[in-house]
């Protein structure tokens, strides 16, 4: 079995299975705002975790806000710039390649406290359009409430100018929420040195547990609290934290530190992987080919051929893709992030998403390449050319 | 070891702790929204485990949205109920023993959206007081946007006349949120029966996966996500499930439901140990001990005797207990709970808080009784009288 869906969601990675057998077996258990000895054991636990996983993501401690994942992240922050800010500011920008968190978000409070939510384009090679929002900013920089762009596009893999995006939005004093979930366990990332205001991750994305995640922020004094209980997480997140997971947070943040020479070793096989393909079909498109991408991730498409026939045969040889976002994966439709890109509905429909990971063992590519290789033969001979 | 804080937090318990080290290794991992095998597999996982989970909770699977807690669901209705009905609507009414989830929601809520937080008070049996609030509601209605009342009491045990006041509610076509996060696990629930609107659950409360929870919702077109995503949990409440943790609350109520018919029994241990323990000590207080309380919550105190005191004793005896709840334990004075019940300092001071679960192996009491009356022994020698 090949699962070649991590950009949708990682397995729980060795090093995290490994630690939570022994984990669970072994406690302790309690609550770790408790003051009673096992109580303040989880709680020197959590909090070591807390310090791992901000070593790792390049900021201290206090810069780390545990929760359930990106896209509670995500609400939190929208949540909080647009309550403590809607009276002064009325634009709200994002990407046309967001995840849908951030575009729903978006949406939403626009709806709700009567915003502008502007929709930044994005150029064919799949970076969002920087010269534009330069000019945006210039013009309306005063009105704007907060700028919403990812680091790493889920679809293609393409990564955008989020550090160019951080030092203009600090020029125009506006907060840079960057969508950094699939960046981060996939290429280097160092939250101070970023720039970015705040930035988010998802465990289940990078081999921790599922429902954990972290949200970073540089200025802790100027948010408020989403999820209100009774203080945890410095008055930013309430409720009891979920310390079994956020241990594993540290557990596979450490392990990614561990394998990130693989990265460009990664990379190389994913190129070599792209250009066998591409000599066996020379019509093959690598979608957002042409601009810096997480190495590993290829978006492919043979025109005229659907997505979802190639997925299926893939999967009749135990490997598991998708055609594009976990999110949008019913619809057999050009999902909006290609759609921004200019990419016609035939290659739109074509795409398919092979997404591999650290953790994976690296002989993916050899064997998706020979099942790949013989779906397109197959369906090429059925005339399904619009 | 004697762990005696199950209302701060409970153990794994033992059905979880098997499940999961099977469950971890095994796999499968997937996106659950992916439409590939592996996804499908996981959701099908997920799904069964909200039918399960419906059943023991007396509802059918449509009124169930997980997500990371009640604190979370908590702060969910709160958000749609004030963001859809702010306008029309400008009373919020709390009681005056409510988690500081509820209580901060509240302020928080009236704070950006100027409303007005009414709190009930609470009679000296610890149960709110029900005529008041018909009173109010008699009077006010009209203008109450949301009513959050809990149905125990975590520090008391004490349980709430959540029915009656559920159908109070009704009759004025107001929201009712109930805080049953005590009650369940600990006693016998049924949402549909109830007659609340909104009830909420808390994994770690019932000896399940940290970070899950469920929020039962009565009327789902009312409501609006908070978290926002791409369209999980019927739109509801976004993010990538966290899948590995709901599979467990399945096990954890399948777990209650095979046990809660040791209810009684563990409701005669308890009255036992604490009428031994009144015999060996008659000026020890039971707080809340006059009305119906959870089978397995005793709080205590004799007057005079530092609550933290006894605490540290029982510590050193291997037995963990706090002396309020997790979220205000860090401060050596009367809880609130204790306040709104008009119990004085000398007697809320000295409060400890022994609670079991019923996954604990019932031999507790004893080995609790022996540890505590040296305790009191010890400290009732040092002349602290107030």
Wanted: aromatic share 8%.
């Amino acid at each position: 079995m090949i699962y070649a869906d991590y950009n949708g969601s990682a397995p729980l990675c060795q090093d995290v299975q490994e630690y939570l057998s022994q984990r669970i077996v072994k406690g302790p258990f309690a609550n770790p705002n408790a003051i009673h000895f096992m109580g303040q054991k989880v709680l020197m636990g959590m909090e070591n975790a807390r310090a791992v996983c901000a070593k790792s993501l390049g900021t201290l401690p206090k810069h780390l806000y545990f929760n359930s994942g990106s896209t509670e992240g995500i609400s939190h922050v929208f949540y909080s710039e647009v309550l403590t800010h809607f009276k002064e500011k009325k634009i709200l920008i994002t990407s046309g390649i967001e995840h849908s968190a951030v575009v729903n978000s978006a949406n939403h409070y626009a709806k709700y406290f009567n915003l502008e939510h502007r929709v930044l384009p994005c150029l064919s090679n799949g970076t969002v359009d920087f010269e534009l929002l330069k000019q945006w900013l210039a013009k309306d920089g005063e009105q704007v409430l907060l700028v919403s762009i990812m680091a790493a596009n889920n679809e293609t893999g393409v990564i955008q100018p989020y550090k160019e995006i951080a030092q203009l939005c600090r020029k125009h004093t506006i907060p840079f929420l960057c969508d950094t979930t699939q960046l981060i366990g996939k290429d280097l990332f160092n939250f101070d040195e970023s720039g970015v205001d705040y930035a988010v991750l998802s465990g289940h994305k990078i081999g921790a547990m599922t429902g954990t995640g972290i949200l970073m922020v540089r200025e802790p004094s100027r948010m408020i609290p989403m999820i209100i209980g009774g203080g945890q997480e410095r008055n930013l997140r309430g409720g009891t934290q979920h310390y079994l997971g956020y241990e594993t947070l540290a557990v596979a943040l450490t392990e990614f530190d561990k394998k990130k020479l693989r990265l460009e070793e990664l990379k190389e096989n994913r190129l070599q992987f792209e250009k066998a393909l591409q000599d066996k079909f020379p019509k093959l498109i690598i979608l957002g080919g042409e601009a810096d991408r997480l190495a590993t991730t290829s978006f492919i498409s043979y025109p005229g051929v659907h997505g979802q026939a190639v997925q299926m045969e893939l999967e009749s040889d135990d490997i598991f893709v998708t055609t594009s976002s976990a999110c949008s994966d019913n619809s057999p439709t050009t999902s909006k992030v290609l759609k921004a890109m200019g990419v016609k509905d035939d290659v739109g429909r074509g795409a398919i998403r092979i997404s591999l990971g650290l953790c994976s063992k690296g002989d993916e590519y050899s064997v998706i390449l020979k099942s790949l290789t013989s779906a397109f033969n197959k369906l090429l001979k059925i005339d399904i050319h619009v």
